[in-house]
């Protein structure tokens, strides 16, 4: 199975900053079918992106996503406080999909 | 609305079985598959299985083989996780999440819907 590695583990950014986070998969993920989502404390993930760089429903366009292959980054432009939160990044090129261990936002 | 609304925290010891609901509303059922995915304290998100709404095919994540089995009832729109034989690291919130299109084949996909997640525990 694919295994994917998100970097930072934890990011420290102030409202206003842009953040850019990273996930790696140790192989290449076919027809860049990685998905993006965010999970706030006891809540359900919420998908932001899909296909790589397609935003989902009602996603402000403030989330934006990129790469191929192997290399993949989500990318916040400016931080509001309501983005303070984990994201995970997971893969559905090949079953079984698979998650990222996660990178966490949170308030410089 | 479209959600999906899942049952209550459960409490079980070491050796029961657990069965989790998920009750799907505001779009048609057997249009997409459901997936089942659970969280540990702390951790990560750990994909468990899938079944087809369509047609009941199911295919579970490796490591849990022999111990899960998803079901569904199509005249509620609702999913069924049971668990089977709990050990103490299976305490963790179990979600259900809309799949993809459902063919009755499985496929690896994205979730757009997501339940709110029931807490399981495990303890003696």
């Known amino acids: 199975e694919i295994v994917l590695t998100q970097s930072p583990g934890t990011l420290s950014l102030s409202p206003g900053e842009r953040a850019t986070l990273s996930c790696r998969a140790s192989?290449?993920?076919?027809?860049?079918?990685l998905a993006w989502y965010q999970q706030k404390p006891g809540q359900a993930p919420r998908l932001l992106i899909y296909g790589a760089s397609s935003r989902a429903t009602g996603i402000p366009d403030r989330f934006s996503g990129s790469g191929s292959g192997t290399d993949f980054t989500l990318t916040i432009s400016r931080l509001e406080p309501e983005d303070f939160a984990v994201y995970y990044c997971q893969q559905y090129g090949s079953s079984p999909e698979t998650f990222g261990p996660g990178t966490k936002v949170d308030i410089k | 609305q479209v959600q999906l609304v899942q049952s209550g925290a459960e409490v079980k010891k070491p050796g029961a079985s657990v069965k989790v609901s998920c009750k799907a509303s505001g779009y048609t059922f057997t249009s997409y598959g459901i997936s089942w995915v659970r969280q540990a304290p702390g951790q990560g998100l750990e994909w468990m299985g899938w079944?087809?709404?369509?047609?009941?095919?199911?295919n579970y994540a490796q490591k849990l083989q022999g111990r899960v089995t998803m079901t569904t009832d199509t005249s509620t729109s609702t999913a069924y996780m049971e668990l089977r034989s709990l050990r103490s690291d299976d305490t963790a919130v179990y979600y259900c999440?809309?799949?993809?299109?459902?063919?009755?084949?499985?496929?690896?996909?994205?979730?757009?819907?997501w339940g709110r997640g029931t807490l399981v525990t495990v303890s003696s």
């Open positions: 192989q290449s993920v076919s027809s860049s079918y």
């Open positions: 999440a809309r799949d993809g299109e459902d063919t009755g084949y499985r496929y690896a996909w994205y979730f757009d819907l």
């Open positions: 079944i087809s709404a369509y047609n009941g095919n199911t």
